[in-house]
């Protein structure tokens, strides 16, 4: 099943996390937010049985507030649409709440700083909606979920169902890693294919393939 029963107290839960969570200045990304001064909030079904995590916003998603939109977002839609899953069954989110940017050109963020900062944002929301699966999109929130020291890794090695351990905790997760849409639209079939597989793998681990 994509999503889960309604649970009133997981909708409020998330909502107040959100309402805290969006006027967030615990790093140097705050200052320069567009949309009402908010941070990129998630989306999707508080329902969902898969999550999807992104690195950070862009420039679209700066101006209008909500995760993967613009070329990048209509890329993930069809994707998704491609092995029968509807986007507003997902719950959306990024690592990084607010762009990370420079001269007004989208950057990788901050592991020490930005990162760092955010990632207890991220720990909430996985936390409060308690997915069945996450999907990572991208190295930023592969190595993070998968406790991976640096980024000397090779993506690929991670797409499978990755059980991982959270002593802080005290729990299992599944994260399945895949290539982050705004790779996908530099590359070709073959990357796109395999992030198709990815999902898959996902929508296996919760009975809907």
Known sequence: MLVKPFDYSRRVSLDLLCAEMGKCDKCRLSPSRCKNNMVVMPNGSTRANIMLVGEAPGKNEDECGDPFVGL??????????????????????????????????????????????????????????????????????????????????????????????????KKDMKIVAAWHPSYLLRKGEKEREEFKECLKLAMKEIGNV
């Open 72 to 169: 990048c977002g209509q890329l993930l839609t069809k994707l998704l649409e491609e092995v029968g899953v509807e986007r507003k069954n997902l719950f959306i989110t990024n690592v990084v709440k607010c762009r990370p940017f420079d001269n007004n050109r989208n950057r990788q963020p901050d592991w020490e700083i930005e990162v760092d900062t955010c990632k207890t944002w991220l720990a909430k929301e996985i936390r409060e909606l308690n997915p069945k699966v996450v999907v990572a999109l991208g190295k930023v929130p592969t190595r993070l979920l998968t406790l991976q020291d640096d980024f000397k890794f090779q993506m690929r090695d991670f797409f499978k169902v990755n059980v991982v351990h959270y002593e802080a905790w």
